[in-house]
Protein backbone atom coordinates (compact mmCIF):
# COMPACT_ATOMS: atom_id res chain seq x y z
CA UNK A 1 0.00 0.00 0.00
CA UNK A 2 1.43 3.28 -0.70
CA UNK A 3 1.03 5.98 1.77
CA UNK A 4 -0.07 9.69 1.16
CA UNK A 5 2.25 12.28 0.85
CA UNK A 6 1.30 14.84 2.83
CA UNK A 7 1.16 16.05 6.61
CA UNK A 8 -0.70 18.66 8.38
CA UNK A 9 1.35 20.79 11.00
CA UNK A 10 -1.20 22.46 13.70
CA UNK A 11 0.47 25.83 14.94
CA UNK A 12 -0.77 26.30 18.44
CA UNK A 13 -1.21 30.11 19.12
CA UNK A 14 1.41 31.49 16.39
CA UNK A 15 0.80 34.82 17.41
CA UNK A 16 1.17 35.13 21.06
CA UNK A 17 3.53 32.24 21.26
CA UNK A 18 6.38 33.20 18.92
CA UNK A 19 9.44 34.65 20.53
CA UNK A 20 13.31 35.18 18.93
CA UNK A 21 12.50 33.35 15.97
CA UNK A 22 10.13 30.11 16.68
CA UNK A 23 8.30 30.99 13.76
CA UNK A 24 11.15 29.73 12.06
CA UNK A 25 10.61 26.10 13.44
CA UNK A 26 7.26 26.24 11.14
CA UNK A 27 9.69 27.15 8.05
CA UNK A 28 12.00 24.48 8.78
CA UNK A 29 9.76 21.99 9.16
CA UNK A 30 7.78 23.32 5.87
CA UNK A 31 10.92 23.14 3.80
CA UNK A 32 12.46 20.06 5.30
CA UNK A 33 9.36 18.18 4.74
CA UNK A 34 9.35 19.27 1.06
CA UNK A 35 13.07 18.20 0.30
CA UNK A 36 11.60 15.12 1.58
CA UNK A 37 8.97 14.36 -0.99
CA UNK A 38 6.46 15.53 2.04
CA UNK A 39 3.64 18.19 1.44
CA UNK A 40 3.51 19.77 4.77
CA UNK A 41 -0.20 21.93 5.33
CA UNK A 42 -0.25 24.25 8.42
CA UNK A 43 -3.09 24.62 10.60
CA UNK A 44 -3.30 27.56 12.88
CA UNK A 45 -4.83 26.79 16.20
CA UNK A 46 -5.17 29.70 17.55
CA UNK A 47 -7.49 31.70 20.26
CA UNK A 48 -10.16 32.54 17.39
CA UNK A 49 -10.33 28.62 16.06
CA UNK A 50 -8.95 24.78 17.19
CA UNK A 51 -11.76 23.13 17.58
CA UNK A 52 -11.30 19.22 18.21
CA UNK A 53 -12.51 18.27 14.29
CA UNK A 54 -8.97 20.63 13.61
CA UNK A 55 -6.94 19.43 15.95
CA UNK A 56 -8.12 15.83 15.01
CA UNK A 57 -7.22 16.20 11.19
CA UNK A 58 -3.51 17.18 12.44
CA UNK A 59 -0.55 14.77 12.58
CA UNK A 60 1.97 16.54 15.33
CA UNK A 61 2.03 19.90 16.83
CA UNK A 62 4.22 23.07 17.51
CA UNK A 63 3.79 25.55 20.10
CA UNK A 64 6.66 28.47 20.93
CA UNK A 65 7.47 30.80 23.55
CA UNK A 66 5.46 33.90 24.64
CA UNK A 67 5.54 36.76 27.79
CA UNK A 68 3.97 35.60 30.67
CA UNK A 69 0.44 38.08 29.81
CA UNK A 70 0.03 35.89 26.99
CA UNK A 71 0.55 32.23 28.44
CA UNK A 72 -2.02 33.53 31.53
CA UNK A 73 -4.57 34.87 28.33
CA UNK A 74 -4.89 31.52 26.04
CA UNK A 75 -4.43 28.95 29.02
CA UNK A 76 -8.00 28.31 29.84
CA UNK A 77 -8.50 28.14 26.13
CA UNK A 78 -5.43 25.85 25.71
CA UNK A 79 -6.50 23.61 29.08
CA UNK A 80 -10.44 23.51 28.06
CA UNK A 81 -10.93 24.08 24.43
CA UNK A 82 -8.11 22.58 23.22
CA UNK A 83 -6.80 20.04 25.69
CA UNK A 84 -8.81 17.13 25.26
CA UNK A 85 -7.99 16.28 21.37
CA UNK A 86 -4.57 17.08 21.89
CA UNK A 87 -4.39 14.63 24.72
CA UNK A 88 -5.81 12.07 22.40
CA UNK A 89 -3.23 13.14 19.87
CA UNK A 90 -0.34 12.70 21.70
CA UNK A 91 -1.74 9.83 23.56
CA UNK A 92 -1.72 7.66 19.78
CA UNK A 93 1.74 9.33 18.95
CA UNK A 94 1.38 12.75 17.67
CA UNK A 95 4.71 14.55 17.66
CA UNK A 96 4.72 17.98 20.39
CA UNK A 97 7.07 19.90 20.03
CA UNK A 98 7.00 23.09 22.74
CA UNK A 99 9.36 25.92 23.52
CA UNK A 100 9.95 27.89 26.42
CA UNK A 101 6.62 29.20 27.26
CA UNK A 102 4.64 26.27 25.17
CA UNK A 103 6.98 23.86 27.38
CA UNK A 104 6.00 25.23 30.66
CA UNK A 105 2.21 24.93 29.30
CA UNK A 106 2.87 21.39 28.95
CA UNK A 107 2.94 20.97 32.71
CA UNK A 108 0.71 21.41 35.62
CA UNK A 109 1.33 24.95 36.53
CA UNK A 110 3.58 27.86 35.77
CA UNK A 111 3.79 30.57 38.50
CA UNK A 112 4.96 34.00 37.84
CA UNK A 113 6.95 36.14 39.14
CA UNK A 114 3.56 38.83 39.95
CA UNK A 115 2.43 35.50 41.42
CA UNK A 116 -0.14 34.23 38.93
CA UNK A 117 -0.72 30.85 38.88
CA UNK A 118 -1.31 29.98 35.18
CA UNK A 119 -2.64 25.98 34.65
CA UNK A 120 -1.12 23.64 32.21
CA UNK A 121 -2.28 20.81 30.37
CA UNK A 122 -0.51 18.14 32.42
CA UNK A 123 0.71 16.78 29.21
CA UNK A 124 4.08 16.76 30.96
CA UNK A 125 4.72 15.63 34.85
CA UNK A 126 6.44 18.81 35.61
CA UNK A 127 5.53 22.45 37.16
CA UNK A 128 7.51 25.83 36.77
CA UNK A 129 8.15 28.07 39.52
CA UNK A 130 9.70 32.07 38.38
CA UNK A 131 13.13 32.53 39.67
CA UNK A 132 14.43 36.36 40.60
CA UNK A 133 17.02 36.11 37.74
CA UNK A 134 16.41 35.16 34.06
CA UNK A 135 18.34 33.05 32.79
CA UNK A 136 19.41 34.41 28.88
CA UNK A 137 21.90 33.78 26.96
CA UNK A 138 23.16 31.19 24.43
CA UNK A 139 22.43 27.43 25.68
CA UNK A 140 24.13 24.26 23.85
CA UNK A 141 22.63 20.61 25.11
CA UNK A 142 23.72 16.83 24.62
CA UNK A 143 19.98 15.40 23.77
CA UNK A 144 19.37 12.07 25.33
CA UNK A 145 20.66 9.40 22.96
CA UNK A 146 17.59 7.45 23.55
CA UNK A 147 15.62 9.88 20.72
CA UNK A 148 18.18 8.93 18.12
CA UNK A 149 19.08 12.05 16.60
CA UNK A 150 21.83 12.05 13.74
CA UNK A 151 23.29 15.14 15.73
CA UNK A 152 23.05 15.16 19.15
CA UNK A 153 24.31 18.79 19.83
CA UNK A 154 21.75 21.26 19.84
CA UNK A 155 22.01 24.81 19.83
CA UNK A 156 19.55 27.57 20.82
CA UNK A 157 19.25 30.52 22.72
CA UNK A 158 17.59 30.99 25.98
CA UNK A 159 15.32 33.85 27.92
CA UNK A 160 13.53 32.90 30.71
CA UNK A 161 12.37 33.76 34.71
CA UNK A 162 10.38 30.33 35.01
CA UNK A 163 12.51 26.80 36.88
CA UNK A 164 10.88 24.18 35.30
CA UNK A 165 10.78 20.92 37.94
CA UNK A 166 10.66 17.54 36.46
CA UNK A 167 8.57 14.87 38.41
CA UNK A 168 10.66 12.12 39.50
CA UNK A 169 11.18 9.38 36.24
CA UNK A 170 10.48 12.28 33.76
CA UNK A 171 13.30 12.21 30.92
CA UNK A 172 15.14 15.37 30.38
CA UNK A 173 15.87 16.41 26.31
CA UNK A 174 19.43 16.46 27.10
CA UNK A 175 22.18 17.78 29.39
CA UNK A 176 23.45 21.74 29.71
CA UNK A 177 26.80 21.49 28.12
CA UNK A 178 26.45 25.34 28.19
CA UNK A 179 23.56 27.58 29.81
CA UNK A 180 21.10 27.80 32.44
CA UNK A 181 17.92 24.80 30.89
CA UNK A 182 15.29 24.32 33.30
CA UNK A 183 16.58 25.52 36.33
CA UNK A 184 20.28 27.10 36.10
CA UNK A 185 21.21 24.25 38.25
CA UNK A 186 20.43 20.54 37.90
CA UNK A 187 21.95 20.59 34.42
CA UNK A 188 19.10 19.29 32.93
CA UNK A 189 17.08 20.46 29.96
CA UNK A 190 13.57 20.32 28.59
CA UNK A 191 11.81 17.00 28.82
CA UNK A 192 10.71 14.08 26.61
CA UNK A 193 7.70 11.87 27.18
CA UNK A 194 6.61 9.47 24.34
CA UNK A 195 6.21 11.86 21.39
CA UNK A 196 6.37 15.00 23.34
CA UNK A 197 8.93 17.36 23.43
CA UNK A 198 9.47 20.50 25.56
CA UNK A 199 12.27 22.98 25.74
CA UNK A 200 13.65 26.07 26.37
CA UNK A 201 15.76 26.20 23.06
CA UNK A 202 14.41 29.15 21.02
CA UNK A 203 16.74 30.74 18.01
CA UNK A 204 15.08 29.42 16.28
CA UNK A 205 15.40 25.95 16.82
CA UNK A 206 15.04 24.00 14.14
CA UNK A 207 16.51 25.55 11.53
CA UNK A 208 19.39 25.33 13.98
CA UNK A 209 19.03 21.78 14.52
CA UNK A 210 17.86 19.78 11.56
CA UNK A 211 18.22 16.58 13.25
CA UNK A 212 15.11 17.33 15.77
CA UNK A 213 12.97 18.96 12.90
CA UNK A 214 13.41 15.09 11.20
CA UNK A 215 12.65 13.79 14.66
CA UNK A 216 9.41 15.83 13.94
CA UNK A 217 9.38 14.95 10.82
CA UNK A 218 9.84 10.84 11.10
CA UNK A 219 7.40 10.74 14.37
CA UNK A 220 4.66 12.34 11.83
CA UNK A 221 4.88 10.26 9.31
CA UNK A 222 5.70 6.71 10.89
CA UNK A 223 2.37 7.56 12.83
CA UNK A 224 0.08 8.00 9.57
CA UNK A 225 1.93 5.56 7.15
CA UNK A 226 3.15 8.99 5.11
CA UNK A 227 5.93 8.18 2.66
CA UNK A 228 8.70 10.47 3.40
CA UNK A 229 12.48 10.13 1.86
CA UNK A 230 14.63 9.57 5.15
CA UNK A 231 17.81 9.95 3.14
CA UNK A 232 20.51 11.72 4.31
CA UNK A 233 20.01 15.61 3.19
CA UNK A 234 22.83 18.45 2.31
CA UNK A 235 22.84 20.28 5.34
CA UNK A 236 26.00 22.05 4.82
CA UNK A 237 24.67 25.10 4.84
CA UNK A 238 23.01 24.60 8.84
CA UNK A 239 26.28 22.75 9.58
CA UNK A 240 28.10 26.29 9.17
CA UNK A 241 25.42 28.20 10.92
CA UNK A 242 25.84 25.75 13.77
CA UNK A 243 29.80 25.41 13.63
CA UNK A 244 29.05 29.61 14.40
CA UNK A 245 26.55 29.53 17.39
CA UNK A 246 28.62 26.70 18.77
CA UNK A 247 31.72 28.58 19.00
CA UNK A 248 30.33 31.81 20.05
CA UNK A 249 28.20 29.27 22.77
CA UNK A 250 31.53 27.88 23.69
CA UNK A 251 33.71 31.13 24.21
CA UNK A 252 31.33 32.47 26.86
CA UNK A 253 31.59 35.75 25.34
CA UNK A 254 28.53 37.94 24.59
CA UNK A 255 30.63 40.34 23.14
CA UNK A 256 32.55 38.17 21.25
CA UNK A 257 29.15 36.75 19.47
CA UNK A 258 27.70 40.76 19.29
CA UNK A 259 30.84 41.42 16.96
CA UNK A 260 30.45 38.60 15.13
CA UNK A 261 26.55 39.64 14.38
CA UNK A 262 28.11 42.78 13.46
CA UNK A 263 25.68 44.62 16.11
CA UNK A 264 24.72 44.36 19.05
CA UNK A 265 21.26 42.69 19.75
CA UNK A 266 18.79 44.00 21.61
CA UNK A 267 17.25 41.51 24.22
CA UNK A 268 13.77 41.96 24.64
CA UNK A 269 12.67 41.50 28.11
CA UNK A 270 9.92 39.09 28.57
CA UNK A 271 7.93 38.43 31.98
N1 LIG B 1 7.26 33.90 30.11
C1 LIG B 1 8.07 32.74 30.36
C2 LIG B 1 9.23 33.00 31.29
O1 LIG B 1 9.71 34.11 31.38
C3 LIG B 1 8.56 32.13 29.05
C4 LIG B 1 9.44 33.06 28.25
C5 LIG B 1 9.78 32.52 26.88
O2 LIG B 1 8.95 31.87 26.24
N2 LIG B 1 10.95 32.86 26.39
O3 LIG B 1 9.69 32.10 31.95
Not at 114 to 136: H, K, Q, S
Not at 242 to 265: F, H, K, V
Amino acid sequence: MTGSTSLRLGVLYPREMNLYGDRGNVLALVRRAALRGVELEVTTLGLDGGDPGEIQACSGFLIGGGQDMDQLALAHDLVTRKGPALREQVSSGAPLLAVCAGYQLLGEHYRTAAGDLIPGLGILPLRTEAGRRRLVGNILVAANPGLGLANPLLVGFENHSGRTILEPGLHPLGKVVRGGGNDGDSGAEGAVLGSVIGTYLHGPLLPKNPALADWWLFTAAGRTGTTLDRSHLDDSAEEAARREAIQITLSGSRARGYRLLGRRPRIRRTG
